[in-house]
Nanobody, 124 residues
């Protein structure tokens, strides 16, 4: 079992930045690929980014490439999502997730554990 707790969401103006954090506890952090998903009001949850177990590989949705960056700190059992140049369409609840699958998972069903989500609101 892995427990995931997100933090760092909030209200930001368009063009601004936020950094989300996801603290993991339970089984060994490096056993899992870590990812971020988001869900906007009335839409399905969508993949945002993922990072490999060792942190050497990352993958992003086209909509956030060049603006968002995922990283992980093994010593702190934490994964981060740095979000820059935020747009109103980035407004969503952001979820952290952990996958025990092979690289690289981008679908919801490929992730085994989920956090409770943190709200990000970008005002235009």
């Amino acid at each position: 079992q892995v427990q995931l707790v997100e933090s760092g969401g909030g209200l930001v103006q368009a063009g601004g930045s936020l950094r989300l954090s996801c603290a993991a506890s339970g089984r060994t952090f490096t056993s899992y690929i870590m990812g971020w998903f988001r869900q906007s009001l009335g839409k399905e949850r969508e993949f945002v980014a993922a990072i490999s177990r060792g942190g050497g590989s990352t993958t992003y949705a086209d909509s956030v490439k060049e603006r968002f960056s995922i990283s992980r700190d093994v010593a702190k059992n934490t994964v981060y999502l740095q979000m820059n140049s935020l747009k109103s369409e980035d407004t969503a609840v952001y979820y952290c997730a952990a996958s025990g699958r092979r690289w690289y998972p981008r679908q919801e069903y490929e992730f085994d554990y989920w956090g409770q989500g943190t709200q990000v609101t970008v005002s235009s």
